[in-house]
């Protein structure tokens, strides 16, 4: 909850007047305790999964023909019943894993340092927070991905995330309940480390998963501008991971490929190409 009883009292403690989005926020905010407002993750995570796969699942239902050039397995077409249980089936875990996570952890997010107050951050700030957090998740990410490939992780976890072999945007959170708790860490680590404004957190929850659907989607559209960042993984080099299933041993970075590389764990991915453009495949 903000320190300040009117719009008037922020600006005499800033020292200045407040810029117009610092006005939407201290209407917004100011009678909300931090907690309320940091449990808004719940309502992005929901409005993220349930929207933001829609544009791929409308593809895959009535324009499959005409864009089947791009999708990465073509062989494999869903049917709305089949993205209805997988929508159904998230929101389930949705219901009874990720919103009372996102419930019980705030007093850890409070700790580390995360805020309401104003000023807000400004936009450089929140774009090196993103790009550290990105980092941070990638990097962590990887090392707990490839645990749950080792035997005992694949069969007691990891296995139901790649029930989808051929993924699509709607199965980028399907897994078991354990897996879900275990990837909040890379998450929640970044924040951990540069604490930053609530809205910045929000807007990192959101984008993570947006980039998760992203490279679940099933599809590799020339025109999709994620391909202008640097060393982003993308739908096809995660797309081959779930293809090969559990014996694959490549490709195992969420966002990135540096880690891949670096490690050695792109080789499979590397041959495969190699084969694909010798026409072998």
């Not at 997010?109 to 805020?115: A, M, P």
């Not at 993103?130 to 080792?150: A, C």
């Not at 404004?197 to 025109?223: C, D, K």
């Not at 739908?235 to 490690?263: K, M, W």
Request: with cysteine.
């Amino acid at each position: 909850m903000l320190p300040y009883d009117s719009l008037e009292g922020a600006e005499l403690a800033l020292g200045r007047n407040l810029t117009v989005a610092e006005r939407l926020w201290f209407s917004y905010s100011a009678h909300k305790s931090d907690y309320i407002l940091y449990t808004h993750n719940c309502l992005f995570v929901f409005l993220v999964f349930s929207l933001v796969p829609l544009p791929w699942a409308l593809v895959e239902l009535y324009w499959f023909d005409a864009v089947d050039r791009f999708k990465l397995q073509p062989r494999v077409k869903r049917s709305f019943p089949e993205l209805f249980k997988c929508y159904k089936d998230v929101l389930h875990q949705f219901i009874f894993v990720v919103a009372p996570l996102i419930a019980v952890s705030f007093p850890v997010l409070e700790c580390v340092g995360i805020h309401t107050s104003l000023p807000l951050p400004t936009k450089w700030e929140v774009i090196s927070q993103l790009i550290v957090y990105f980092l941070v998740e990638d990097y962590t990410n990887y090392w707990i991905h490839r645990f749950l490939h080792g035997e005992w992780g694949y069969e007691k976890i990891h296995y139901m995330h790649h029930e989808y072999n051929a993924p699509i945007g709607f199965a980028a959170p399907y897994a078991h309940w354990a897996e879900i708790l275990i990837l909040g860490i890379p998450t929640f680590l970044g924040p951990a480390m540069v604490p930053c404004h609530m809205t910045t957190l929000w807007l990192w929850s959101s984008l993570r998963q947006v980039e998760a659907i992203e490279t679940h989607s099933g599809y590799n559209f020339p025109w999709n501008p994620t391909k202008l960042i640097p060393f982003y993984g993308g739908p096809e080099y995660h797309d081959f991971h779930h293809f090969v299933g559990r014996q694959c041993q490549s490709n195992f970075a969420s966002i990135f490929t540096y880690c891949d590389y670096l490690y050695g764990t792109d080789k499979g991915y590397r041959r495969h190409k190699q084969a694909v453009k010798k026409g072998i495949f």
